[in-house]
Nanobody
Framework: QVRVVESGGDLVQAGGSLRLSCKAS????????MAWYRQAPGKERELVAR???????NYAESVKGRFTIFRDSAENTAFLQMNNLGPEDTAVYYC???????????????????WGQGTVVTVSS
């Protein structure tokens, strides 16, 4: 089976930077997309950034120009570089991976959507 683990969340002052990491491991046949979502207290989970297997990237309007998503395909790892953080970026950040899972054999890869456990980002003003 495939596992997804995030790391990198921390307490940071406004204007600071953080880099989040998301690593997928296990019976990976291929990864279609990796994405970062966030959920602030009392709010719904929202898409922050996404990177597709071919390299296309999408960002939420609120983070464009401040956040960058990039990927180390050899390590099945996605990163979210967050600059110029503000209190409005405080949230639990989750990684979502769209994957073909080979746990049933290489001849029978199956599509799966997996989430990590989340990593907490707190930005103080």
């Amino acid at each position: 089976q495939v596992r997804v683990v995030e790391s990198g969340g921390d307490l940071v002052q406004a204007g600071g930077s953080l880099r989040l990491s998301c690593k997928a491991s296990g019976t990976i046949y291929s990864i279609d997309a990796m994405a970062w979502y966030r959920q602030a207290p009392g709010k719904e989970r929202e898409l922050v950034a996404r990177i597709l297997s071919q390299g296309q990237k999408n960002y939420a309007e609120s983070v464009k120009g401040r956040f960058t998503i990039f990927r180390d395909s050899a390590e099945n790892t996605a990163f979210l570089q967050m600059n110029n953080l503000g209190p409005e970026d405080t949230a639990v950040y989750y990684c979502k991976v769209d994957v073909l899972d080979a746990q049933y054999g290489l001849a029978d890869p199956r599509y799966a959507v997996l989430w990590g456990q989340g990593t907490v980002v707190t930005v103080s003003s």
